[in-house]
């Protein structure tokens, strides 16, 4: 039973961890980092921001995968997030679950 819940707990931390690498890649090769960084911000909020005004809300990655496809702007300021229509659906849901997964 022991090697069991320590084979789960490995599981899912190398997951975690494959998630963090893979949707840090991502959002440095989608260009998000030119206008968002995670601890701070920069034109657009911090990830860590994002991840702390979600917390807990269930539909936070439909919302947050749409915003990120068609853009938007209001909900953090005046300036405009410009739609991401070149990425894909699969990596908009990798980046969006990292980001909502960070922490302060």
């Given amino acids: ?6 084979l789960a707990f490995a ?10 690498d893979a949707g840090e890649d ?11 960084a995670i601890d701070k911000k920069v034109i657009g909020p911090a990830y860590q ?3 702390m005004k979600y917390k807990g809300d269930a539909s936070a990655p439909a919302k947050l ?3 990120v496809k068609k853009g ?15 990425v ?3 990596d908009i849901k990798t980046m969006v679950a990292y980001i909502l997964a960070l922490k302060k």
């Fill in 49 to 51: 921001d994002v991840a």
């Fill in 88 to 90: 894909s659906d699969a």
């Fill in 26 to 36: 991502l959002l440095k090769k989608s260009g998000c980092t030119a206008c968002h």
């Fill in 65 to 67: 995968q749409e915003k």
């Fill in 11 to 20: 599981t899912i931390a190398v997951s975690g961890a494959a998630l963090a």
């Fill in 1 to 6: 039973m022991k090697t069991l819940a320590l």
């Fill in 72 to 86: 938007g702007s209001g909900v953090w300021g005046q300036v405009p997030m410009p739609p991401n229509t070149q």
